[in-house]
């Protein structure tokens, strides 16, 4: 096969032609002794010339390293050498990249077929769709702006367990092959992306074990005691969860368009909602609080927007968050000479709906209807009681959530929570 034109897209089709299985060299006709080295399995850039006996250099691989970097890195060569200070190959440091970026490299790679190898592997338009909606929906905002190289194993496993918990299970399996591949092409291009290991290789798909950790009131405590140490804009979001027992990205996203101030509710459409059908969460008064403060604090379109993007965005830097919590607990604990199990946000809803559920009247009588309960975690009543009764339950749900909040009062004590209603400095 004859190389027509030096571009990017004859030197991607050039396929070896090689006998024997001796490499090809094809020289660039711009020169500065740039070649590529053309086997059966990869293509290298390598640069000839005498230093002063006959040395090879190698650059990179194609198209890891694409034609015009190599011929700068080439040029580069070329001066050093002029310059008699070209004594040994001296590899480039690879610059801190962001998951994001590393996202892009990867999806780009899949899009036009350019991977590692230089072979051809064009993802189908469905299946890079598949890989953005995951990456969108569950890693995007926690990830996104944290170098590609600090991610562990346990960070990614919450956000899968944050998945599943809410019974995606299709959802949370198509998300682990999707980071697994992600990461094992980062490992394979680590001259471009710096990742040494695979943070996601023991991932597993199809975990079905059911979590049923939730807060003892000691918890309830010290959580609310370590996020009072947070920012403003997380304090209220993890606060905000708490009295309400929202899944977190429906806390997290909430939009200023998805407050109804009249009402004093969140009205959240189906597509913000796994059941898919519109949901008004008709909150308790605390929390009518903190989503005044929230539109008080900006003129975002989110409640709580992102504090690092120059766009109008949902917050991200979850993980860190969570981290600092979870550490800011454990310190608590330890005082009492106790130690804290690991615990996702999800596990709020579960220490929502089993503190309503055990709450007692005067006379030792379940104070809440459970189907109450059901309905402001906004699961799905079936049969013929969810197919007939179509009442939204506006003043009962509210009812339930004031209740959990005169609650939630009891267990942290009056102080704290009045430093939730108005917290100082803001």
């Known amino acids: 096969m004859m190389l027509k034109a030096w571009n990017h897209k004859a030197l991607l089709a050039y ?11 094809l020289r660039d006709p711009t020169g500065n002794a740039l070649f590529l080295k053309v086997s059966a ?8 010339m005498r230093t002063p006996k006959p040395t090879t250099i190698t650059i990179g691989k194609f198209p890891a390293v694409g034609l015009n970097d190599a011929r700068r890195r080439a040029a580069d060569l070329q001066q050093r050498k002029e310059a008699g200070t070209l004594l040994a190959p001296v590899s480039e440091p ?9 996202w892009d490299m990867w999806i780009t790679a899949l899009t036009t077929g350019t ?6 592997k064009v993802n189908k338009p469905n299946t890079l769709a598949a890989k953005q909606v995951s990456w969108r929906n569950v890693f995007q905002d926690a990830i996104g702006n944290r170098s590609v190289c600090d991610i562990g194993e346990d960070e990614l496993a919450d956000l899968i367990d944050e998945v599943r918990d809410d019974g ?21 291009t680590a001259r471009k992306t710096g990742v040494k290991a695979n943070p996601a290789e023991n991932l597993i798909v199809g975990e079905r074990a059911e979590r049923k950790r ?5 918890e309830v405590k010290w959580f609310a005691m370590a996020v009072m140490k947070e920012p403003p804009i997380w304090r209220d979001a993890y606060l905000l969860t708490l009295l309400t027992g929202m899944r977190r990205c429906e806390a997290l996203h909430l939009a200023r368009a998805e407050v109804n101030t009249e009402q004093h509710s969140l009205d959240l459409p189906a597509s913000r909602m796994k059941p898919g059908v519109d949901f008004r969460f008709s909150v308790g008064p605390v929390a009518w609080q903190i989503i005044e403060r929230r539109l008080r604090s900006s003129n975002s379109a989110y409640l709580f927007p992102s504090t690092s993007s120059k766009a109008d965005s949902p917050i991200s830097g979850y993980s860190s968050v969570q981290r600092r919590v979870r550490r800011n607990m454990q310190l608590e604990a330890e005082k009492a000479g106790k130690i804290i199990e690991h615990w996702i946000l999800h596990d709020l809803r579960r220490t929502f709906s089993s503190g309503a559920n055990a ?10 209807p459970k189907d109450h309960i059901e309905r402001c975690l906004s ?16 003043r009962e749900k509210r009812r339930v959530w004031s209740c959990w909040e005169g609650e939630v009062r009891k267990i942290i004590g009056h102080k704290l929570f009045g430093n939730i209603e108005n917290p100082v400095g803001d």
């Not at 709450?359 to 809440?368: A, P």
Request: charge should be positive; glycine fraction near 10%; hydrophobic fraction near 35%.
């Open 214 to 218: 939730h807060f003892t009131n000691e």
């Open 15 to 25: 396929g070896y032609g090689g006998e024997g299985g001796k490499p090809e060299r």
């Open 168 to 188: 995606l299970y299709a959802k949370a399996d198509a998300a682990v092959r999707h980071i697994r591949a992600f990461f094992s092409w980062a490992k394979r």
């Open 115 to 120: 991977n590692f190898h230089g072979r051809k």
């Open 379 to 394: 699961h799905v009543i079936g049969g013929v009681e969810g197919t007939y009764d179509q009442n939204d339950y506006f």
């Open 359 to 368: 709450m007692m009247d005067r006379n030792e009588s379940r104070l809440l």
């Open 94 to 102: 690879v610059k801190a990249m962001t998951c994001q970026e590393a």
């Open 41 to 48: 399995s990869s293509k290298t850039w390598i640069v000839q």
